[in-house]
């Protein structure tokens, strides 16, 4: 074994100190800087040679806190021990750009020479604070979450209550017309908060697991129509746009909604050094017919080519302390990629960021008879069964007009409130008859008929519309150009039945064919 004090003993050793990546300072008795390894260097922002010779105190030391650490070194020299020698605190230490650090700081002594020594090991302790504050965020969030979910849970309870009443006054044969106004506002606006309460289930995580077909505007809209308040309060406005050939997913809706959510949020961030005209868009699109790409894009600060290197990494983030947590993106990366897809970022400094999501759009195909599948309803049943789709969302009329089909035509009905929910029926089963509300509120009659037309499926030839505002132009216009038989509410049960006989006994030709 060697002598300790040798000379390869002393190279080796200074060559550990050199290569150590905790900062490693040595100060003499006179408080003044005698050794420091480059990782000390790095935490305090100093080159070699800056502060050799130099007083710690004054440079690296915060000014609230010399007379304190001075005192103390005072009695490290009367005595040789001092009040954190042996000991390992958590300290600030001063940068050279007159910013402060948060450091854990081990102090020990030793004496060459007859000259007494102090020895610091010093741990940038910024990262790890930062990622407590991670874990100690998201445990509130998750407590957050449940409450939510809760809160959420109870307030179906007198939402049921408040749909259920509106809707006997529709149905009851006694109500005024003023009656049946009133009750039809209080049940729009039943669900208006019934969207939100189910909005803030998913987002809470009720059913992140669940994986299904999912149709993107329908799933964004009631996020999009919270988030549009939050949004007019900071003076910016939010625009979404899709194509009427509306593309499927597989997924998770809550899982999607939180990447959602988390982009726009970014964007919103990044728009607060903007003084006006302040944007954010939402596209929804298709690319090469088996892709669906969203964007969401803002006209913000921007982002340098190392922020978008790191815009993903877990706890990055170039907000100030308390303002972000780093993971938002990180999040939104990961959903990208449970859902089989890519993000990328597309932006510079002063022009504004896009970030473009895409998507295998969901593989559609015929199933099998009791095959499982997320689409709701009876599935194909015996080859003499009939079947006839309604889609209407109001309740009180869909009623009416199933009980019509079911005694006229002795078709079995499957009923849903909007053309989107309908893509899922059709594309799993055969439909003799479609009976479509012309007005509804989620992907209308004329955009639902673009569908069909694209999809190819012959249902041109099998579809009713109903509405209650056939005078409007651009209704009239729709009627007039595309040959869809129309039935005006109130439904009249004759002219029901003659529209629809005609309907199932001819094959009218698509305007493709009429040309």
């Known amino acids: 074994m060697r002598e300790p004090g040798t000379a390869e003993n002393a190279e080796k050793f200074a060559e550990m100190l050199f290569s150590a990546r905790d900062g490693i300072i040595t100060i003499d008795d006179e408080g003044n800087l005698d050794y420091w390894n480059p990782a000390a260097m790095e935490i305090f922002g100093y080159g070699e040679g800056e502060l050799e010779g130099k007083s710690i105190h004054d440079h690296l030391c915060p000014p609230q806190f010399r007379e304190k650490f001075r005192?103390?070194?005072?009695?490290?020299?009367?005595?040789?021990?001092?009040?954190?020698?042996?000991?390992?605190?958590?300290?600030?230490?001063?940068?050279?750009?007159?910013?402060?650090?948060?450091?854990?700081?081990?102090?020990?002594?030793?004496?060459?020479?007859?000259?007494?020594?102090?020895?610091?090991?010093?741990?940038?302790?910024?990262?790890?604070?930062?990622?407590?504050?991670?874990?100690?965020?998201?445990?509130?969030?998750?407590?957050?979450?449940?409450?939510?979910?809760?809160?959420?849970?109870?307030?179906?309870?007198?939402?049921?209550?408040?749909?259920?009443?509106?809707?006997?006054?529709?149905?009851?044969?006694?109500?005024?017309?003023?009656?049946?106004?009133?009750?039809?506002?209080?049940?729009?606006?039943?669900?208006?908060?019934?969207?939100?309460?189910?909005?803030?289930?998913?987002?809470?995580?009720?059913?992140?697991?669940?994986?299904?077909?999912?149709?993107?505007?329908?799933?964004?809209?009631?996020?999009?129509?919270?988030?549009?308040?939050?949004?007019?309060?900071?003076?910016?406005?939010?625009?979404?746009?899709y194509e009427n050939k509306i593309r499927t997913v597989i997924g998770s809706e809550a899982r999607l909604q939180q990447m959602i959510h988390n982009l726009i949020s970014n964007a919103r961030d990044a728009l607060q050094t903007v003084a006006e005209d302040k944007k954010i868009k939402l596209s929804i699109s298709s690319e090469n017919d088996n892709t669906v790409v969203i964007k969401i894009e803002d006209n913000g600060s921007g982002m340098t080519e190392s922020q978008k290197a790191r815009a993903f990494d877990p706890f990055f983030t170039t907000k100030p302390p308390g303002k972000g947590t780093g993971l938002g993106l990180s999040i939104c990366h990961t959903i990208v990629k449970e859902h089989g897809g890519t993000i990328e970022i597309s932006s510079s400094p002063g022009a504004g960021t896009r970030f473009t999501v895409k998507l295998p759009e969901a593989k559609r195909r015929k199933t099998a008879p009791g095959a499982s599948n997320a689409v709701s309803g009876s599935r194909k049943g015996p080859s003499e069964q009939k079947y006839a789709l309604l889609i209407d969302d109001d309740p009180s009329g869909r009623e009416a007009e199933s009980g019509f089909i079911e005694a006229m035509f002795d078709l079995e009905v499957d009923v849903v409130p909007s053309g989107l929910d309908a893509i899922d029926f059709i594309e799993v089963k055969d439909y003799e008859l479609i009976v479509c509300d012309f007005d509804l509120s989620i992907m209308d009659g004329e955009q639902f008929y673009k569908f069909l037309a694209a999809s190819e499926q012959g249902y041109l030839e099998k579809i009713v519309f109903i509405s209650s505002?056939?005078?409007?132009?651009?209704?009239?216009?729709?009627?007039?150009?595309?040959?869809?038989?129309?039935?005006?509410?109130?439904?009249?049960?004759?002219?029901?039945?003659?529209?629809?006989a005609k309907v199932l006994s001819e094959k009218r030709r698509s305007p493709e064919n009429q040309r």
């Open 71 to 241: 005192n103390g070194f005072k009695e490290f020299l009367k005595t040789g021990n001092g009040p954190l020698i042996g000991m390992t605190v958590d300290v600030e230490g001063l940068k050279k750009d007159g910013t402060t650090v948060p450091l854990e700081l081990s102090i020990s002594a030793f004496k060459l020479d007859g000259r007494l020594y102090g020895v610091g090991i010093v741990r940038d302790m910024t990262e790890n604070l930062r990622i407590e504050e991670m874990v100690s965020r998201t445990e509130r969030l998750s407590a957050l979450g449940e409450t939510v979910a809760g809160i959420a849970h109870e307030l179906n309870n007198p939402l049921t209550g408040i749909s259920g009443f509106a809707q006997l006054l529709l149905i009851n044969p006694n109500s005024t017309a003023d009656t049946k106004m009133d009750a039809e506002r209080i049940l729009s606006e039943a669900k208006r908060c019934t969207k939100i309460v189910q909005y803030l289930l998913s987002f809470a995580g009720t059913d992140a697991q669940e994986t299904r077909i999912l149709h993107l505007e329908s799933a964004f809209a009631p996020l999009i129509e919270i988030l549009e308040y939050e949004l007019r309060c900071a003076g910016i406005s939010l625009t979404w746009e």
């Open 469 to 500: 505002k056939p005078e409007l132009e651009g209704t009239r216009k729709f009627i007039a150009n595309s040959g869809v038989p129309f039935i005006a509410k109130p439904v009249d049960a004759l002219e029901f039945q003659e529209t629809v």
